[in-house]
């Protein structure tokens, strides 16, 4: 492991720089035309990625979902063009198999605009050959991180002796502002220590963001910071330096014991005679005389835009295209006789290939009997996490240093940690690292596997912007987020979740879940593992919930719609009372009473917004009937959002502020969470109603 230089040789071939050229105008014309986009770091970095691509990546541009593919991501996202170049002149299909191209040249002319396969940053499940959501900087180098880590994973738990099914390497290209961003040093941390050998990132050191040169804000050693972490640290001193790039290269896939960064030396806008070097050449259209100097800079035509020559796309065929075509074929004979040699192999293969959960996967999953002390909704969770994960075995997660108080922990025989020397080990210990645990999870979900993450709830707030992009790329992955509420207790208003739950609901397409007992929690579960494009979370209870006598109440199956009648009355009832998580039981609690003395009073337990609102209104409008608008909701958060479902002239009793240092009890009572209270709100809606 050494921070010394790789030593500089010579340059490309003249068909390589033919090549390399034409990614960069590419990159110049697509965003001349569309006006905006960045066009600077695809200028500098091309003979890199060019490199990559052409003489090392494993990848099959005619099956571009390949399992065992290597990875390339593009980290710093805004040079999106640098990679939609590559996809475009490596003929990438759109389909395995298939003869369309994922991105045409007429995609690359519609870069940026309305509808095009060429959007301002790489977007997963939009492009094919995008392999992970960038654009928020330092998101990409973390999702890298559980990528190689899923390699590792899949290799000691899919492959046998003679048999590799799974091996691929993971490299990504970053930007000094990746590097700058906090998630980057979580994620290079926790790579570090797990020693993946199979892991790159390549560093553009091209010393330019959008406010100038990095010595305005950026002047540490990142070499030094990197060997601490416990990476191999390698240098190229010019971008354009063909054998210095391989050299580094090779370095790394001939290491076994820690990931690599290569720090190369560019120039941002390479060629364009005024910009290069430059903060303008970071964000800007070049200009037309600008794009004219830099193609006379590659010896290029002035007069040609998106101009491809003869024999570039010759020279990605001869390239990844043949060396591509070779692995998947040796790969798919591994397969095949992988699959003739053991039936169960065959088909714990077949299961992971297809996404498909494995049979009787839920059989365990326990019924909880009624108790009206019950359990804390964490208790159950981690009750029926390890019920599940028994049967799911390319299910993997852990806790951000709190798996003991989140009960994420997998406890059965030969679940394990995951450790350097354990690479198929199912409990992950994040250690305190929140953001990067998000995206590690979606870098896990992004190889195929069942990834979960678990913290408090207060710190989702560390993870939002993984979590948006889980859902911005429809990962199936989910978290646990437990201590839900004022609930916490004497930890105060720092650990004290109010905002939080709203926050995570206004995310499109996250389910979020806040179960009301133990059995909800079973349900919740189901619903989770039955998602196969959504991320979901789970908000859970420290202090314990009773566990309804389902023989009495709503079925808790009734969780997978979101919301459900949870106790009734004959007839219309006089007052509804709408709850989620531990503050149902303050509505079944004032119910009773009501009950008692001849009120028509119903409770709906609302464990998901995001379900409810997915069902037709007819449904929707038999739990809350649209004529009675005497309505109670009780959750202890903020109140916002809650009018949708109490109306206009309904009672909120919810958090106006943050809480405080307390045992649970005196903060129920303090901030107006009590039976008493929901008691008191119902009656003053009944009489509102009658005047």
């Not at 994620?187 to 892991?199: C, D, E, M, P, T």
């Not at 692995?327 to 004979?333: D, K, V, Y």
């Not at 007819?618 to 809650?642: C, H, I, K």
Request: glycine share 10%.
């Amino acid at each position: 492991m050494s921070g010394a230089d790789t030593v500089a040789k010579s340059g490309f071939s003249e068909s390589d720089q033919l090549a390399i050229n034409t990614i960069r105008t590419l990159a110049i014309d697509a965003v001349q035309k569309a006006n905006s986009g960045h066009a600077g770091a695809p200028m500098g970095l091309a003979p890199v990625a060019y490199t990559v691509w052409n003489r090392y990546l494993r990848y099959d541009p005619a099956n571009p979902h390949w399992p065992n593919r290597d990875r390339f991501v593009l980290s710093c996202g805004h040079a999106s063009m640098l990679l939609y170049g590559l996809l475009h002149l490596a003929r990438v299909a759109e389909k395995d198999g298939g003869n369309a191209p994922a991105i045409s040249l007429e995609d690359i002319k519609q870069f940026r605009q309305i509808d095009s396969r060429t959007p301002g940053h790489p977007e997963y499940h939009f492009t094919t050959g995008v392999e992970t959501t960038t654009g928020p900087l330092g998101q990409g180098v973390a999702n890298s991180v559980g990528m190689a880590m899923g390699s590792r994973f899949l290799n000691s738990r899919l492959n046998k002796p003679g048999l590799p099914l799974y091996d691929f390497d993971v490299y990504a290209l970053c930007s000094d502002g990746d590097l700058m961003e906090g998630v980057a040093s979580e994620a290079a941390s926790i790579a570090g220590h797990l020693r993946l050998s199979n892991l790159c990132w390549i560093y553009d050191d091209n010393t330019i963001t959008i406010e100038g040169h990095t010595e305005l804000a950026f002047s540490e050693e990142v070499a030094a910071r990197f060997l601490a972490y416990g990476w191999q640290v390698l240098r190229v001193a010019d971008a354009n330096d063909a054998h210095a790039i391989a050299a580094a290269l090779d370095t790394f896939k001939a290491s076994h014991d820690h990931p690599t960064l290569i720090i190369v030396k560019s120039i941002i806008g390479y060629g364009a005679p005024t910009k290069q070097n430059t903060s303008k050449a970071h964000s800007d259209a070049l200009g037309e005389e600008e794009v004219k100097g830099a193609k006379r800079a590659y010896g290029w035509p002035e007069d040609k835009q998106f101009y491809v020559p003869d024999g570039v796309y010759d020279s990605f065929a001869d390239g990844i295209g043949k060396r591509g075509a070779a692995l998947f074929a040796e790969w798919q004979g591994l397969l095949d006789k992988a699959k003739k040699a053991d039936a169960s192999h065959a088909e714990e293969l077949d299961a992971f290939l297809q996404g498909r959960l494995p049979e009787g996967w839920d059989k365990d999953i326990p019924v909880f009997p009624a108790d009206a002390k019950g359990l804390a909704t964490r208790e159950s969770s981690g009750k029926v996490l390890n019920a599940i994960a028994q049967h799911v075995p390319f299910m993997l997660g852990g806790s951000a240093d709190l798996a003991p108080s989140n009960k994420s922990n997998l406890t059965f025989e030969g679940a394990g940690s995951l450790t350097p020397l354990n690479p198929g080990g199912r409990n992950v210990h994040f250690g305190v690292r929140e953001h990067a645990m998000g995206s590690i999870v979606n870098g896990l979900g992004l190889v195929g596997l069942r990834a979960y993450g678990a913290t408090f709830l207060v710190f989702a707030d560390y993870m939002r912007p993984p979590i948006r992009l889980a859902s911005l790329m429809e990962l199936p992955v989910f978290h646990i987020f437990t201590h839900d509420s004022i609930g916490v207790g004497e930890d105060g208003p720092t650990h004290q979740p109010v905002e939080q739950i709203l926050s995570l609901r206004a995310i499109p397409g996250l389910v979020t879940l806040r179960p009301a007992d133990a059995n909800e929690v079973a349900e919740a579960y189901r619903v989770i593992f039955a998602l196969k494009n959504q991320p979901a979370v789970l908000a859970l209870s420290r202090q314990p919930l009773p566990t309804f006598d389902r023989s009495s109440f709503g079925a808790a199956s009734g969780t997978a719609k979101g919301a459900y009648v949870l106790a009734d009355c004959e007839g219309t009832p006089e007052v509804l009372l709408l709850g989620s998580g531990s503050e149902v039981q303050l509505c079944v609690s004032a119910w009773e009473t009501l009950k008692a003395e001849g009120v028509k009073a119903r409770v709906v337990s609302m464990p998901s917004w995001d379900l409810f609102e997915r069902q037709d209104q007819a449904y929707r409008d038999s739990v809350l009937p649209p004529q009675v608008t005497a309505r109670v909701a009780v959750e202890m958060g903020t109140v916002l959002g809650w009018d949708r479902y109490a109306g206009s002239t309904g009672t909120i009793i919810g958090m106006h502020s943050f809480g405080a240092s307390a045992p649970i009890k005196e903060l129920q009572k303090k901030f107006g969470f009590s039976a008493e209270a929901v008691l008191g709100a119902a009656r003053d809606q009944i009489a509102r109603g009658k005047k």
